[in-house]
């Protein structure tokens, strides 16, 4: 029989819009030592929009933005969206593409009058082994001191326009931060973005730890790392890209409109999307099995 007091505590949570799906793990959430937040949707709003566009010299800025933009035709990221909306609003006639491909946590990759065209963050430099040139590279420093992420459209092996994509942050995030604090639980972030953007965000909300240009499959490592310092970890994310990570926490925690991969990966489900709710769910735990001792 399940004791009445996780019964009620189940109902209590339901209508607080938190869905446990692993009673162990909402039983945990009251000895949480580090809660690790996914930056973008999570703690940001993840709704990007293009800030600015940068070239390189012999590089006309409208045709890099098309060109682009028609890479990224077939991709459902977020940067993607933003990038084609912002050829739309300049009315740019887009090229044609062929043989797209995704490149997960790194960017994407198509063929365009025969040559391969690449537009990534961080992590497909690094794959590709490429440096940006020194005025893109000030661009992008520039960019991540403002916590704006920068993608990168490389042609020949070379990058030739850069272009700044400003997110927002959730007023919510910052009150989430704290309280943790409060609770005395370590709040850290993961990111498959530029380790500027994520020393900044960190650094605006006053989180203690963060994990930069993590590929995917790396995401759940980071879970793993945490838990060898011997600390009960708590990983919140909406993504496909999370799954993994929500799946090795001690607690999974997807939050909002998440995807169905990370919901079936996750102990409990956040019903609405405010980083505050963790810490209610942390608080309820706190207070029922309290009372079972
Ligand atoms: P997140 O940690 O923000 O959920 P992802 O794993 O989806 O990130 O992507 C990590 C990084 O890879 C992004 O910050 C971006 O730099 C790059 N990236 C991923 N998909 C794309 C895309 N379609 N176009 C450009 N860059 C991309
Ligand atoms: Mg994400």
């Known amino acids: 029989a399940i004791p009445l007091v996780v019964a009620i505590n189940t109902s209590l949570a339901a209508r607080n819009g938190m869905l446990i799906r692993d009673r162990i793990a909402m039983e945990q959430a009251r000895e949480l030592d580090?809660?690790?937040f996914d930056k973008t949707?999570?703690?940001?709003?993840?709704?990007?929009g293009v800030v600015a566009v940068e070239t390189t010299t012999g590089t006309d800025e409208d045709e890099a933005l098309a060109l682009t933009a028609a890479v990224e035709g077939d991709s459902e990221h977020m940067v993607a969206r933003a990038i084609r909306?912002?050829?739309?609003?300049?009315a740019l006639s887009l090229p044609a593409v062929s043989n797209f491909e995704a490149l997960k946590g790194r960017g994407v990759q198509a063929t365009v009058d025969g040559e391969t065209v690449h537009v990534g963050g961080p992590?497909?430099?690094?794959?590709?082994?490429i440096d940006p040139p020194s005025d893109l590279a000030v661009f992008a420093e520039d960019a991540g001191a403002n916590a704006r992420s920068v993608v990168y459209l490389v042609r020949d092996g070379e990058a030739v326009a850069a272009i700044s994509l400003a997110d927002v942050i959730r007023e919510e995030s910052r009150h989430a931060v704290d309280a943790l604090h409060n609770l005395g639980v370590e709040v850290a972030m993961l990111t498959g973005d530029s380790t500027a953007v994520a020393r900044s965000v960190a650094d605006e909300l006053g989180i203690d730890t963060y994990f930069a240009e993590v590929l995917p499959g790396k995401k759940d490592e980071k879970m793993a790392e945490l838990q060898s310092e011997g600390k009960?970890?708590?990983?919140?994310?909406?993504?496909?890209?999370?799954?993994?990570?929500?799946?090795?926490?001690?607690v999974g925690i997807a939050i909002g409109?998440?995807?169905?991969?990370?919901?079936?990966s996750a102990d409990i489900v956040l019903v609405q999307n405010n980083p505050v709710d963790i810490v209610r769910l942390i608080t309820l735990s706190r207070?029922?099995?309290r009372k079972m001792q």
């Open 287 to 289: 207070k029922s099995y």
């Open 41 to 48: 949707g999570t703690l940001t709003k993840g709704e990007q």
């Open 85 to 90: 909306e912002a050829a739309e609003e300049r």
């Open 257 to 264: 409109s998440g995807t169905d991969v990370a919901v079936e």
């Open 232 to 250: 009960l970890v708590a990983m919140v994310g909406d993504g496909i890209n999370d799954a993994p990570a929500l799946a090795r926490a001690d």
């Open 34 to 36: 580090v809660v690790v």
């Open 123 to 129: 992590n497909l430099l690094r794959q590709l082994e």
